[in-house]
């Protein structure tokens, strides 16, 4: 739903399963991560996101639960060679991750390079078609990270018009990284920009119910958030329907 207060309809389990709880921070430690995934299981969240190098841990915390491992690809700058994100995937998937957050090749697309650009992410969507069969896993997800912070709008309609391209699932606003992280404005925008079958994620900066929410009702269809436990706490407490 696009418009409207969706929240006043919205149930605490419906959600939390918009919620992709996130841990990318580069002090987190072995025993942070573990917690994220118990967090996650508790509250049935759609999806942990973590660095790489953890994604094998969290696969195994999170074996029989609802709750699918998402990991980061050319994090978060986006500026690997195609080669080496490639490799990224192929690492990521044998690991345990199902849902892979690519970062956009940033600078070449703001040196106008957008063929490149368009390759790449079209090559790496493709590698993990062909990784994620190989594996005998069905429903990868690939979502490609623009980082609206450094784009104009111009430049983020262009930007998910290449995503489209690529048979990518998901536009995200944000790594987390950046002087700003996701608002309703942009999220609206790619939302209108975006095709049927593309979904908008917000990430960065959504610290509250009502930033939660405010975002949903602009058009995202997954939140990436690291005050997730908190945010449920206040839709528990009334702010969403039991």
Excluded: W
């Amino acid at each position: 739903m696009r418009e409207g207060r969706r929240e006043l309809g919205m149930r605490v389990r419906e959600f939390a399963k918009m919620v992709d709880h996130t841990l990318l921070k580069p002090d987190a430690t072995e025993k942070d991560f573990r917690r994220l995934c118990g967090e996650a299981a508790e509250h049935h969240f759609a999806a942990v996101c973590v660095p790489p190098c953890f994604a094998r841990l969290c696969a195994g915390e999170l074996r029989g639960t609802d709750v699918k491992v998402a990991t980061v690809i050319s994090f978060p700058f986006g500026n690997d060679t195609t080669a080496v994100k490639a490799m990224a995937v192929r690492d990521a998937i044998s690991s345990g991750a199902s849902e892979l957050d690519v970062v956009m090749n940033v600078s070449r697309f703001l040196s106008g390079d957008f063929s490149f650009v368009a390759e790449e992410l079209s090559s790496v969507t493709q590698e993990v078609g062909v990784v994620a069969m190989n594996n005998g896993l069905n429903d990868a997800v690939v979502k490609v990270i623009i980082e609206t912070a450094y784009l104009t709008d111009e430049m983020k309609r262009l930007a998910v018009q290449i995503i489209a391209s690529s048979d990518a699932d998901f536009v995200k606003t944000s790594t987390g990284f950046a002087p700003t992280g996701a608002t309703a404005h942009d999220v609206a925008l790619l939302r209108k920009e975006a095709p049927e079958g593309i979904a908008v994620k917000a990430s960065g900066g959504i610290r509250t119910l009502e930033d939660a929410m405010e975002l949903v009702n602009a058009g995202a269809s997954r939140l990436g958030m690291s005050a997730s436990v908190s945010i449920m706490e206040e839709a528990g407490n009334g702010g969403l329907q039991e």
